[in-house]
């Protein structure tokens, strides 16, 4: 079994960065895959970002450039770096891990993920 939790939300004014943590316990993770996502009320959840277990990242297109992931599988953690933050980013983000190994962020985003966390909440004023 897998817990994943998120810290490092909260709330920023419009252009500034936010780093968000995915801690890992339970089994290692060292062969999952780990992703992040996100999700507004009443909106569906919107896939950000996925690395692979040999560091492979993958990135939806509206996310690149300002969304970095890292992981650490050392430290069982995942990241994700957030800079010139917009109030549409404004949401609750998530960590999940996976142990399918997908060849695309479109795989990555309608694929399956094992475990997830509890979400974390950004918020971005402008």
């Known amino acids: 079994q897998v817990q994943l939790a998120e810290s490092g939300g909260g709330s920023v004014q419009a252009g500034g960065s936010l780093r968000l943590a995915c801690a890992a316990s339970?089994?290692?993770?060292?062969?999952?895959?780990m992703g992040w996502f996100r999700q507004v009320p009443g909106k569906e959840r919107e896939f950000i970002a996925a690395i692979s277990w040999i560091y492979i990242t993958y990135y939806a297109d509206s996310m690149k450039g300002r969304f970095t992931i890292s992981r650490n599988i050392g430290r069982r953690t995942a990241y994700l770096q957030m800079d010139n933050l917009k109030p549409d980013d404004s949401a609750v983000y998530y960590c999940?891990?996976?142990?399918?190994?997908?060849?695309?962020?479109?795989?990555?985003?309608?694929?399956?993920?094992?475990?997830w966390g509890q979400g974390t909440q950004v918020t971005v004023s402008s």
């Open positions: 999940a891990a996976t142990t399918i190994t997908y060849s695309s962020a479109s795989d990555y985003a309608a694929g399956v993920w094992n475990y």
């Open positions: 339970g089994r290692p993770l060292s062969d999952y895959g």
